[in-house]
């Protein structure tokens, strides 16, 4: 599985970029697809994650109310909508997949892309 993610960019605080990230491959049996983001000299943290028929949403507590994740099937594709970004959002945004979806998908994916950098200035 090969996943491409796009989308990244520089934007001010308040505003809003749309992440894309498209599977190729064998992708018919991942059942979770998600974003993680790495700060600089930070870990890598959960960010979003759905389910394969969008039924099951994670976020992380400090995106809620302003990011939205949701996938494509047809097209193997995942999104993260960010609204009124924040500095503290700035990072390397990775996507992520993996055939076993449910709460695990918040700590543990299969497969990954490289990153997209998303940097918001104040």
């Known amino acids: 599985v090969q996943l491409q993610a796009s989308g990244g960019g520089l934007v001010q605080a308040g505003g809003s970029l749309r992440l894309s990230c498209t599977a190729s491959g064998r992708t018919f049996n991942m059942k979770a697809m998600g974003w993680f983001r790495q700060a600089p000299g930070k870990e890598r943290v959960f960010v979003a994650g759905?389910?394969?028929?969008?039924?099951?949403?994670y976020l992380a507590d400090s995106v809620k109310g302003r990011f939205t994740i949701s996938r494509d099937n047809a097209k193997n594709t995942v999104y993260l909508q960010m609204n009124s970004l924040k500095p503290e959002d700035t990072g390397v945004y990775y996507c992520?997949?993996?055939?076993?979806?449910?709460?695990?998908?918040?700590?543990?994916?299969?497969?990954w892309g490289e990153g997209t950098q998303v940097t918001v200035s104040s």
């Open positions: 992520a997949a993996d055939p076993v979806g449910g709460p695990n998908m918040r700590h543990e994916m299969a497969y």
């Open positions: 759905i389910s394969w028929g969008g039924v099951s949403i």
